[in-house]
């Protein structure tokens, strides 16, 4: 995913403490942004959502709730498209080898939901060889 190809109206660099009040602040930054470029109500809570899981996944899954490892959040915005770029600093994941939630043999396993959540509300996702580094973007439908 190429970031830099875009003309973008905001965006926003930082790296915090592995916290989620911290991070539900972030989203409610961006979310904010987004309401002012009247993306719909649907589009609203697809980025809200896949915000909400990657942040989550990088502290709790990433970096283990550890508040001395830090979130490297990016993200970038116009009227048309929402980039992301989460990155903690764990040992990171391998995607594909993440179980099926909706598989009736791993219905009753919690993990595996943020993934396939993620996937459900973007339009593009990446991560890294590693698996520590998460890029999304989200088109606008309209």
């Known amino acids: 995913m190429d970031s830099d190809a875009q ?3 905001w965006s ?3 790296s915090f403490p592995s916290n989620m009040n911290i991070a539900h602040d972030l989203i409610d930054q961006v979310m904010e942004q987004i309401k002012l470029s009247q ?3 649907k589009e609203k809570f697809a980025v809200n959502m896949a915000l909400e899981e990657a942040l989550v996944n990088a502290i709790q899954h990433g970096n283990g709730s ?3 490892k ?3 959040f990016s993200c970038r915005l116009n009227g048309q498209r929402i980039y992301v770029r ?3 600093e764990g040992s990171g994941f391998n995607p594909n080898e993440v ?3 909706t598989d009736p043999e791993h219905i009753m396993i919690a993990s595996g939901r943020g993934v396939l959540l993620i996937k459900s509300f973007v339009s593009r996702i ?3 060889e590693k698996g520590n580094v998460l890029e999304f973007e989200k088109e606008r439908e309209s």
């Open 12 to 14: 926003k660099d930082c």
């Open 99 to 101: 179980p099926d939630p």
């Open 7 to 9: 003309v973008w109206n």
């Open 70 to 72: 830090q979130v490297h």
């Open 86 to 88: 989460v990155e903690d």
């Open 39 to 41: 993306w719909n109500n």
């Open 126 to 128: 990446q991560w890294n």
């Open 66 to 68: 550890d508040p001395t």
